[in-house]
């Protein structure tokens, strides 16, 4: 045999050497442990100060939801004690009193979509994970970063302890949903109508979750306003004064922005027998009776939804309605010329035929006149008092027939087959606005003696 070199050798050696070391990178990768995953879950389990939290979430089936590292969430993250003085408040000894739909809801609700460390967070309104009344729309929290609280109940102790799917901020009491009246309570600039609302004994009624309320809400210097106006405080207003305003700001149903539409709506206030209508208008904005404006919207409560606005609005009389509708402003000026306004702003029952801006510019072009001006008060009045009838009547008591006008002169034909049409050719195109001392129907065309 030949001899094999030692150089030769020294190469086979040094690739049996690598060979042996690859194998062993090999092993080495296989034995690698997978990394330790920290998701908010996994950050409460491991604080001891969070084991009712933990219990509560594992008792729900939300801790799976909470340990999803795909998600990204924001907890507020009660203590133990805080659970501790949640259970003493509901008079229950621990979390298995609490029926687990309402646990579920109460835990949701410490929970915000998405990533929020505190250097994000700012005074205002949040949605959380609780469902709210409605599908789509989840409960809200309101939080003042001046004091640092939450809901005016909680306070935030300690902030930002990351996790890979989320932040905790630690908070020292347990956070329910609020009803309507909760919410007005909980933020200080609501302070004057949640005052308002106890004085007129309507607290319990927008505490109630048997019925579903749209509240517009004003603000506290809206209030201000109004009683620098009236010449009054609060202490001067009684619950009879109060209520009828305050109810004026309800509508029936769960109406968020989204669903907001131009046109008049019934609100609880009473008026003759019937609701009082609120006109809406949306433009750029929301505006309510052409004078408030929507300025937050969506604030979602657990027996309703709130939008807050910057002034109190109140029940019109039927020069209200056609004063706030710049689609009744010829009418307007009209009533103002004919010397009519105080009038039909006394107790009434009125119902008028309001003829619209462009009804009027027929009219004017009928006789071959410029506007208002070039008719003289005589004739004005006569034409303007055959649009008014005794009485509250809505478009549903409308029957076939003559009716007498506040103009001596002159019956309205009223036909109710199809519509509501007078004198055989003016049409009602918007029936039953409701206000304080009468009723308006809009007519197309202007009706004359």
């Given at each position: 045999m030949k001899k094999v070199s030692f150089k030769l050798m020294m190469i086979l050696l040094m690739g049996v050497f690598v060979m042996a070391s690859c194998s062993e990178d090999d092993d080495d990768n296989n034995d690698v442990m997978p990394e330790e995953s920290n998701t908010i879950v996994d950050v409460a389990a491991g604080n001891p100060d969070f084991s009712i939290l933990v219990q509560a979430l594992q008792s729900t089936g939300l801790d799976d939801a909470l340990a999803n590292e795909s998600g990204s969430f924001t907890v507020f993250a009660p203590t133990n004690a805080a659970f501790a003085s949640l259970l003493s408040e509901l008079g229950v000894s621990s979390l298995d009193d609490i029926p687990s739909e309402i646990l579920t809801s109460v835990l949701l609700y410490h929970v915000l979509d998405g990533e929020a460390p505190a250097s994000s967070v700012e005074t205002g309104y949040y949605s959380t994970l609780s469902e709210g009344p409605q599908e789509g729309y989840n409960l809200s929290i309101y939080i003042n970063m001046d004091d640092v609280m939450i809901n005016n109940r909680a306070s935030i102790v300690d902030t930002d302890v990351m996790a890979d799917n989320g932040v905790i901020h630690v908070i020292d009491k347990?956070?329910?949903?609020?009803?309507?009246?909760?919410?007005?309570?909980?933020?200080?600039?609501?302070?004057?109508?949640?005052?308002?609302v106890t004085k007129a004994n309507?607290?319990?009624?927008?505490?109630?979750?048997?019925?579903?309320?749209?509240?517009?809400?004003?603000?506290?210097?809206?209030?201000?306003?109004?009683?620098?106006?009236?010449?009054?405080?609060?202490?001067?207003?009684?619950a009879d004064d109060l209520t009828p305003i305050l109810l004026y700001h309800v509508v029936d149903g769960f109406v968020p922005a989204a669903d907001v539409a131009s046109g008049y709506v019934p609100t609880l206030s009473a008026a003759q027998g019937r609701q009082a209508s609120l006109q809406i208008t949306v433009g750029d904005g929301v505006a309510l009776n052409s004078t408030s404006n929507v300025v937050v919207t969506d604030v979602v409560a657990t027996n309703g939804i709130i939008h807050a606005i910057d002034e109190v609005v109140t029940p019109p009389s039927v020069v209200d309605i056609a004063l706030d509708n710049g689609e009744f402003s010829t009418l307007v000026d009209a009533l103002v010329k004919a010397d009519l306004v105080e009038t039909l702003s006394g107790d009434g029952p009125f119902t008028v035929f309001a003829p619209t801006n462009a009804a009027f510019d027929d009219l004017f072009a009928d006789l071959g006149v410029a506007g208002i001006d070039d008719i003289d008060v005589a004739t004005l009045t006569d034409v303007l008092l055959a649009h008014v009838v005794s009485g509250n009547v809505a478009s549903t008591?409308?029957?076939?027939?003559?009716?007498?006008?506040?103009?001596?002169?002159?019956?309205?034909?009223?036909?109710?087959?199809?519509?509501?049409?007078?004198?055989?050719?003016?049409?009602?195109?918007?029936?039953?606005?409701?206000g304080t001392n009468g009723i308006v129907h809009v007519i197309d065309e202007v009706i004359v003696p």
């Open positions: 347990v956070i329910m949903p609020m009803s309507i009246t909760g919410h007005a309570v909980a933020n200080e600039g609501f302070s004057s109508l949640a005052a308002a309507l607290a319990d009624a927008l505490d109630s979750d048997e019925v579903t309320y749209t509240v517009f809400a004003p603000v506290n210097s809206a209030f201000d306003d109004l009683f620098a106006n009236l010449g009054v405080t609060l202490d001067d207003l009684t008591d409308l029957t076939n027939g003559s009716v007498p006008t506040l103009n001596a002169q002159k019956s309205i034909d009223i036909n109710v087959d199809s519509g509501v049409v007078i004198d055989g050719q003016i049409n009602v195109v918007l029936a039953d606005v409701q």
